[in-house]
């Protein structure tokens, strides 16, 4: 009787403090997001719930290609990461779900689709080695096109990666005013010119070529590049003085995920007040909500020109404009 007695103790014992160790609290999520921002998000989620998180960090196109080819068996629950229209031309892929915070969110950035939830804001900007720029003065988009910079800029595909389209996008804004004018894809082709080919594997490859050197400058966004000044690295940024844009970064629920009331946890808990303070104070991106702060390494946005998107123009017109940059690439590069 004893041991029986010390047996269901011991049972007690184990249910209250293995809560997270409890069949389904478990959770798979995709992304692109950097190890840093993972772990500040995932482990406060993991903490706040007792869901045990699967993070599997690969580039967004990358994490789109496993969706559609997984789709019949999910492996992934959540899709964390990557710029809002990539999510909107997907819709299919995800679940119906908006966050018990989405009244909180300022109403530009509230899910309008029941599928697609913002959770972060992240701005394209220029980066430059400082030891290998010289006396090039580099301001904006108009001097990147310098023909001292030929085989010296490396960006990455606008068809593989969300930021490399958003800074195609904000480009062709800032120099034609929209996505059609010709102005702004002449631009575009004198840049192709100069740039040589150079693409990056991944947008995360950029800063860190230009950070090692093997190329002077380079287009990127602030959460694959502040972290290369905070690690005192011979870089700087530059916000394009012609006006830069800033993205909403998504999340979704995968359709037929396997977690989903856990799904649903995480996609609540990046969008409370206490994980966007922990965007605001601990990573490379912008919280959305207007009631959190942001670091003190980030540029103050009312020091930054900002130029704004049609999203609903360039998301209904994505392919078409990834099209025509196919053609001049290939034209440039023959």
């Known amino acids: ?122 701005g394209s900007l220029l980066i430059v080695n400082t030891n290998l720029i010289g006396d090039i003065k580099i301001e904006g988009y108009a001097d990147i096109i310098n023909p001292a910079l030929s085989g010296k800029i490396i960006m990455a595909d606008p068809s593989a ?21 010709k102005k702004g894809w002449d631009f575009v082709e004198k840049l192709l010119v100069v740039n040589k080919g150079k693409i990056a594997g991944s947008s995360g490859g950029v800063p860190k070529t230009v950070a090692d050197g093997e190329y002077v400058l380079g287009l990127s966004n602030e959460d694959n590049s502040i972290n290369y000044v905070r690690s005192n690295a011979p870089v700087k940024l530059v916000y394009m003085k012609e006006g830069a844009a800033f993205n909403t970064a998504a999340m979704a629920i995968v359709k037929g995920a396997k977690n989903l009331e856990n799904a649903k946890k995480f996609i609540d808990f990046m969008t409370s007040k206490k994980a966007q303070e922990i965007y605001g104070s601990q990573t490379t991106v912008r919280p959305i909500r207007n009631d959190v702060p942001v670091a003190s390494y980030m540029k103050p946005l009312d020091e930054i020109k900002i130029v704004e998107i049609d999203t609903a123009y360039v998301n209904a017109h994505r392919q078409e404009i990834l099209d025509r940059y196919k053609k001049i690439f290939t034209t440039v590069n023959k």
């Open 161 to 181: 990666s969300g930021s490399a389209f958003a800074h195609l996008v904000n480009m062709l804004y800032d120099i034609g005013g929209n996505v059609t004018n």
């Open 1 to 122: 009787m004893k041991k029986i007695l010390i047996l269901l103790l011991f049972t007690v014992i184990l249910t209250a403090c293995g809560g997270s160790n409890k069949t389904g609290e478990k959770l798979t999520v995709y992304t692109p997001h950097n190890e840093e921002h993972t772990n500040a998000l995932v482990g406060a989620f993991e903490k706040e719930t007792g869901i045990k998180v699967e993070i599997i960090a690969v580039g967004i196109g990358e994490v789109f290609k496993r969706l559609k080819s997984e789709s019949a068996n999910p492996i992934a629950d959540v899709a964390w990461g990557g710029v809002y229209s990539i999510y909107m031309d997907n819709l299919d892929l995800f679940e119906n779900y908006i966050s018990v915070n989405n009244a909180d969110l300022p109403k530009a950035y509230r899910n309008k689709a029941d599928k697609v939830t913002i959770f972060c804001l992240d």
